[in-house]
């Protein structure tokens, strides 16, 4: 009896054990994703007052400064290190910060926050893809939570019919979408021996050097931004909130618990987008609006939980 009720409690803290990991990867998405939705309605407020490569370079410039103080040892300790892991942070770096920012800022030029929220949800169906031909099962829960939620950021695009019609922002915005999923699917394959804050520091300063050439052009041709509140308070809130807090919360997340169950909770984006640019832009929701994001919501519901394994091969969680 004695070991049978030991067997027992070593099954019951290994199953509480698992809950912990999975309980807190949730959380540290779902911050991401609340801090990454005031993103794109800074990015919105910006449109006509910075140009997009300029807003990216300086929102890497105040990330880095941001997370310098707390990075640079590890970075330095770690250099030999980073070194022989040039090539993927060098391909992070420029999928996750040159480019899916500057295409995020390009795409506020000519469409509204919400529609930037909504089609950037439909970003876990793409990471489901990568974690699929991985190799890793998700299981029908999680498929079928994709399914719906995406079926309301679909019909969201729309404006409550299936038949699409995009703006040019639209498709900006299809492509940063495609950016960040590639983005967190790599971060599956990173180095484990690579601290967090290494990893943040070395991606930020190598996503910054690379815009550099591009940042320069801008200013020549466009002209430098006028410094005001109305610049500088966007600016910082996306270097500081949703560059460093949220990379750091959402790269913790996916080593967690996955690329594809991180991406689900990704879904209540438009939620918090819609919320936001309508206090803070005046862009109205309306009825069909707030039933699609009822979807989203319930599709987020249903995929988030655990998928049970089927034989051996492994949950995407």
Known sequence: ????????????????????????????????????????????????????VQAAFWRWIVAIAAVAPF????????RALLRAHLGFLT????IGVTVYNTLVNQAGVSTSAGQMGMIMAA???VMAVYERLGGRRLGRRRIAG??????????LVGNGSLALDFAPGDLWMFAAMLSFASYSALLRHRP???????????????????????????????????????????LLYVGVFSSAVAF??????????????????????????AGLSF???????????????????????????????AGRTCDAG
Do not use: K
């Open 71 to 78: 990075a640079v040892r590890e970075t330095w300790r770690q």
């Open 248 to 273: 750091f919360a959402w790269n913790r997340a996916v080593a967690l618990i996955g690329a594809a169950r991180t991406g689900i909770v990704y879904y209540l984006q438009p939620v918090c987008v």
């Open 279 to 309: 206090v803070l832009l005046d862009e109205s929701t309306g009825p069909v609006q707030i039933l699609c994001l009822a979807l989203i919501l319930g599709g987020v519901a249903l995929g988030a939980g655990r998928a049970r394994p």
């Open 91 to 94: 391909l992070a770096a420029l």
């Open 123 to 125: 970003s876990p169906v």
């Open 1 to 52: 009896m004695a070991v049978l009720d030991r067997i027992r409690s070593s099954d019951r803290s290994g199953a509480e054990g698992a809950r912990r990991p999975s309980g807190t990867g949730l959380l540290l998405a779902l911050v991401a994703t609340v801090v990454w939705s005031g993103s794109f309605v800074a990015s919105r407020a910006l449109h006509d007052s910075v140009p997009p």
């Open 192 to 234: 484990a021996a690579i601290g967090q804050l290494a990893f943040l520091f070395a991606t930020f300063v190598l996503g910054a050097l690379m815009l550099a050439p591009a940042f320069a052009v801008s200013v020549v041709v466009q002209g430098r931004f006028e410094p005001t509140v109305g610049t500088v308070g966007p």
């Open 146 to 155: 994709m399914a719906v939620a995406c079926t309301g950021v679909l019909l």
